[in-house]
């Protein structure tokens, strides 16, 4: 017997999950094909209403009662809810069903057209037809876009509903579900919904799906998420492109400007060199430290696994750094590259950084430090296409927008009452669970956390190597079952 089943059996709920689950595979990955076929993206408008009805539809067939929470210019957040007579305790589970954008010529199959491989793409996993009966092996994978952020949990937490009914496992807790619309698009408009909709979403404790398990495979349970900043930052050069051998050594070359510029923050070893960028970082708990050195030690796997000669962070392991601010270059551009290159001074150079933040880092002050130090390396910053006045009367100018959807970390203490009976319960679905103090991708939690006064904990369930937020991204079919049960043991405990 595995370990992973011997713990399952320790509880009713994800037993029940498991049974019902190894009856019903093809019938539960046809209906999560489904969802995954219709485009998410949250700027388009009509197919994000579309996947809203789709997901009631799915609710209602499990008699949950629904509604959306609407506030103008947004996606509609899926809500839908489950009285339990006598409950002491609300649980909301929340999800979202939007993607993130993508470029479809970079997948290896279109985007909307999940597909089922009988392993990973990057070691000639092969597309393999859908089974019309099970088993299905659990290593196979389904690659579609938000096949594992984030619609992977919505269809955990409707396949768990349907065991424990069929097992007659009755619910000791009201339940809420809570699927938003936009997340991938920053959240802008859920403060406001969360505002609107107070008296609706109080509960005792919000569990986000959304996220992966550790790297080790062992169910990880989440007590934060760090916030986010993104900034845009544009220099120029000539008004046009120049022709480099007329013009080179005497034409400034944007592009050659901003990787100095970027060079200029961070060293060597990743440590960032913006002035007060770590000021404010509020330190772990005892309890909190002790979960991060408990953590398995995934450093060196995940070297081979990535191909990496060397890491940043002055010998500190990953599940360290998590708990400290980082900033990334998300992509830079100017002119062209490769076969497609010209000869020439390009006129613009552009890169867009973000910045993972942690506890005590207001998001705004950290986008201020940015521009400041952008500022002490001798540009003059504007906020819009600066004219040929400005341009001519400034050796330096640098375009700097900060991004709409920022947001601050967020942290819960492990300590509280709600924090250990998750633990326990998922101890007791999934075996012994990793615990962690924060997870390295954002999430908005604070929003919840300011404006419910209500702890927040994340249960993750997609693999780690799902290539999140990228082409190709999928599923690993054993990370869905888990799932399922670990959601039947929370929607139960």
């Known amino acids: 017997m595995s370990p992973a089943l011997a713990f399952a059996q320790q509880n009713p709920a994800s037993a029940a999950a498991r049974s019902w689950r190894e009856m019903h595979e093809p019938t539960i990955l046809r209906e999560f094909t489904d969802l995954l076929a219709m485009p998410n993206l949250a700027r388009d408008d009509d197919n994000i209403h579309k996947n809203a009805a789709a997901i009631i539809k799915l609710l209602e067939k499990r008699g949950v009662k629904t509604r959306l929470l609407e506030v103008p210019g947004a996606p509609p957040v899926v809500f839908g809810e489950i009285v ?37 793409l990057n070691r000639d996993g092969r597309v393999v037809p859908l089974p019309a009966s099970g088993p299905i092996n659990p290593e196979w994978r389904i690659y579609a876009r938000s096949a594992s952020d984030d619609k992977a949990p919505v269809i955990a937490i409707l396949t768990a509903l349907d065991a424990l009914q069929a097992a007659r496992i009755p619910l000791r807790s009201n339940i809420k579900l809570v699927f938003e619309g936009e997340e991938e698009a920053g959240s802008p408009h859920l403060a406001d919904i969360i505002e609107k909709y107070k008296v609706l979403l109080g509960s005792d404790v919000w569990l986000i799906c959304d996220g992966p398990v550790h790297q080790s495979r062992r169910q990880q349970i989440v007590f934060g998420a760090r916030g986010i900043a993104t900034v845009d930052i544009t220099l120029y050069g000539p008004n046009h492109e120049l022709h480099s051998g007329h013009y080179g050594n005497w034409a400034p070359n944007p592009a050659m400007a901003l990787a100095h510029l970027l060079a200029t923050m961070k060293d060597d070893d990743g440590r960032v060199l913006i002035d007060h960028f770590y000021d404010g970082v509020e330190p772990l708990t005892e309890i909190e430290r002790r979960a991060v050195a408990d953590a398995p030690d995934v450093d060196q796997d995940l070297m081979r696994e990535l191909w990496l000669g060397h890491t940043e962070g002055g010998g500190k392991k ?116 990793v615990k962690l103090p924060t997870m390295g991708g954002s999430v908005p939690l604070y929003m919840i956390d300011e404006i419910l006064h209500v702890p927040t904990i994340t249960v993750p369930i997609a693999n780690h190597d799902n290539n999140q937020h990228s082409f190709n991204e999928n599923i690993r079919i054993q990370n869905l079952w888990d799932g399922i049960e670990l959601m039947a043991a929370l929607l139960a405990m």
């Open 84 to 120: 339990t007579p006598g409950a002491t305790r609300t649980l909301v589970f929340y999800a979202h069903y939007d993607g993130q954008p993508l470029d479809p010529k970079e997948w290896a199959t279109p985007p909307w057209q999940p597909v089922l491989r009988d392993g990973p």
């Open 318 to 433: 990953l599940v360290e750094l998590l708990n400290v601010p980082s900033l990334n270059i998300r992509g830079m551009s100017s002119a062209r590259t490769g076969a497609g290159a010209s000869n020439v001074i390009p006129s613009t150079a552009t890169a867009t950084i973000d910045m993972r933040l942690v506890k005590g880092i207001d998001h705004n002050a950290a986008e201020q430090r940015v521009i400041e130090h952008i500022r002490k390396q001798g540009y003059l910053i504007v906020d819009t296409e600066p004219d040929a006045q400005t341009r001519m009367s400034h050796p330096k100018v640098a375009r700097v927008q900060v991004e709409s959807g920022g947001y601050n970390a967020s942290r819960t203490s492990m300590d509280l009452p709600i924090s250990q009976l998750v633990l326990k319960t998922a101890d007791s679905a999934r075996g012994p669970v």
